[in-house]
Structures are given as C-alpha cells and as structure tokens.
C-alpha cells in the first residue's frame, strides 16, 4: 500500500519536541500569564534578532499583521496598493478592508514572484489615469523563496512608495546574509501552523526598524491604547497573540534554527535529484535561500496535473494546488480590476502547479515514492 503521509507533518514535529513544548505549556498554566505574558515579550525579542531587525510586534495572525501595517501608514480611500496576483486572498483583502484599492501585478513564472518590470508598469497606468495616489508595494515571498528586493526597492524609491513584504510564506529564506522579514519598510509573517514557522493556532508578527512606527503599532494592536488600555488615543483593533502560543513559538523557533530549515532545503535538493528531469521544479535565484514554505512544480500538459494528483491520492499522498485563481479573478475584487493590465504568468501558473509535501522530517523513502508516482504519470 505504500507511505501514508501528510503535506505538512506537524504530528510527527510535535512527537519530536513533545517534552520541550509540553514543559512551556505547563510552564505557562503555572505562571497563568494568559494575555501578553512573559513568553510574549521573550519571543518578540528572539524574533526581532533572528531576522535582524530592531523590534518585532506579535498580534492575532498573518492578516491583521499586514492591515495594522497599512493602518499605521494610514492607507485608505485614494490610495492604489500593489500586490502580487498569484498569492493567497489576503495580501489583497488587507488594503481593499481599509478601503484602498489593491492594484495586482503578474509574477515570474520560474520564482513565482512579484515581477518588478510589471510592477513599474502597473504603477505607471495608475499614475496616468490620475485617480488613485500609488502608496505601498506589498511583496510576497511566495512559497518560502524572497521576492527581487533588489529592484522592487529602486522602484520603490523611484516612486516614492513604502514596501511591505508579506513574510508570512517566507519566514528563513534570504538573499545573501539578509533574512526574510527584514526587507521591507515593514514586514509581516504568520503563525499559521502550516507555515514555516507554525504555531498551534494563529498569531502573526510585524517587523521594523523605526521606533515611532513600533509605537504606533502597538498601539493599533491593543485598541489604540496610550499609555494603558484604558487610555485609547487612536482606534485601534484587538489583535495579540496568546502567551501559549508563543510559549509554542519559542520551542519550534529553536528547532527551526538549528535544523529544521536545513532540512527543507535537503527534502528539496532531493525532489529536485529525482523530478528535474520530468517536471519543472523550483527555481531559487542566485544568492537567495528558500524556506519551502511549499514545494511546488510545474506540471505542463494536458490532464497531467489531475492525473498525478489522483495517482498520489490513490496512494492516500496529499498534494495541494495554490492558487486555482489569480487575485484578478476573485469575484471580491471585480470592481476594482484593472482592465488594461494582463497576467499571462498567472494564468499559466494556476493551470499547472503542483505542491507536494514538504517538511522538515520527511524521509528520502516519501520523497523517492511521491517523485516515482509523479513521474509514472506524466
């Protein structure tokens, strides 16, 4: 019958550090510090110099970690948002909640990535039609991999934009000795427990190197507090992360350090040994390193990806499509489309990509026996 697996393993992840988490459970029920507890601020500050930044702010989640980032530059009505076509729904719904108009930008077909060219494209037409005010540029770094911040920054500077990188896929990777999460004006990542660095629930963090703008964020996180809660200058939201949760965080950011980004990347040069000559597999630019948040390939021909995913089913191997839309095809955003825009590389993206199980504990066995199966049905 075969392996039976899971696409992200967070079982087999919890087997192996069960007596650390455990203790930092049991460690938090004892302190009962439920709300902003002692893990809270331990956290913020092991995140804040793993990435290389000056602070680092938890919250609930991925989402509101990029609106309360909008929100603290004031993003609104008038304002154009640029944002990556091929990603997940809320890189887009964060400005288009505030009531700016999010603006999508076709992406490189080998990374994956926001394309910079298309970028100064899309900017150039809104600028032309002279109804919104371009602001900020939200990068991805989708599936683990960084965007081109080497060229989206001098367009950014160009144009005189903020770049807030949605980090929320891209938490490890790099380009050169800069880690993810450190790109941006402001950066973001999620906690989702699928992500590369997953807690048992949500939470999301927001990172940055301006003092005022660690402020104000915080501020925004707790009702728009001032100097307590009960005094609100601002308003704000309610969005923090559980002190268990990031009792969790801290055990699995050890983990995540020490080897279990390694390890990706060595489940990785393994599909890639295996299926480089069958399917196209990911392509990480020179200088950058990927987290996997996913591992995708392309898969072209007509049938051939629902062929395989049914193979692999039939094997009980699970296997994703991200995305079957582009942004510019969500029925939310129809009526701010833009219709002189194009995006060929979604397009042919959505139609052909497969993701394949991918975490830090897989075995070469799983990787030979989904790579056998992958390419018996090409």
Same mark, same amino acid.
């Given at each position: ?133 371009? !602001? ?41 000795? !800069? ?21 048992? =629930?949500?939470? =999301?963090? *927001? ?16 009702? =728009?507090?001032? *100097?307590? !809660? ?17 009792? *969790? ?130």
């Amino acid at each position: 019958m075969g392996i039976v697996m899971e696409f992200r393993d967070l079982k087999r992840q919890y087997n192996v550090l069960k007596t650390d988490i455990d203790k930092a459970i049991a460690d938090t029920l004892e302190r009962g510090d439920f709300i902003s507890g002692q893990a809270v601020k331990e956290l913020e500050q092991e995140l804040a110099e793993y990435v290389g930044v000056k602070y680092c702010i938890s919250c609930g989640n991925g989402t509101d970690a990029l609106t309360i980032a909008l929100r603290a530059w004031e993003t609104g009505a008038g304002d154009a948002v640029f944002v990556p076509d091929f990603t997940f729904f809320a890189s887009g719904e964060a400005p288009a909640s505030l009531g700016a108009v999010p603006v999508f930008v076709d992406v490189d077909r080998r990374t994956f990535n926001m394309m910079p060219d298309r970028l100064e494209e899309a900017i150039q037409a809104v600028q032309a039609e002279g109804i919104y005010k371009p !602001k900020v540029i939200v990068t991805v770094d989708l599936f683990g991999q960084p965007a081109d911040y080497n060229e989206i920054r001098k367009i950014a500077d160009k144009y005189e934009l903020k770049i807030l990188e949605d980090g929320a896929q891209g938490f490890g990777g790099q380009i050169g000795e !800069k880690k993810a999460c450190g790109f941006g004006d402001i950066s973001t990542t999620s906690f989702f427990p699928a992500k590369p660095l997953g807690c048992y =629930g949500d939470g =999301g963090a *927001i990172f940055t190197n301006d003092a005022e703008m660690e402020k104000l964020i915080r501020s925004i996180c707790v009702h =728009g507090k001032g *100097i307590n !809660k009960y005094d609100n200058v601002r308003l704000g939201t309610n969005s923090r992360m559980d002190t268990l949760q990031a009792a *969790i965080l801290q055990i699995k950011l050890r983990a995540f350090r020490e080897y279990e980004l390694q390890k990706v990347n060595e489940a990785a040069d393994l599909y890639n040994k295996y299926l480089k000559d069958y399917v196209k597999t990911p392509v990480i630019r020179q200088g950058y390193y990927s987290s996997y948040a996913q591992y995708t390939i392309i898969v072209d021909g007509p049938g051939s990806r629902e062929q395989i995913q049914e193979a692999l089913k039939q094997k009980q191997i699970p296997s994703m499509t991200y995305y079957v839309k582009g942004m510019h095809e969500q029925l939310a955003f129809q009526n701010c489309i833009r219709r002189d825009l194009s995006y060929p590389n979604t397009d042919y993206l959505k139609d052909r990509v497969i993701s394949l199980p991918m975490h830090p504990y897989l075995t070469e066995e799983e990787i030979e026996q989904v790579s056998r199966i992958i390419i018996e049905n090409i």
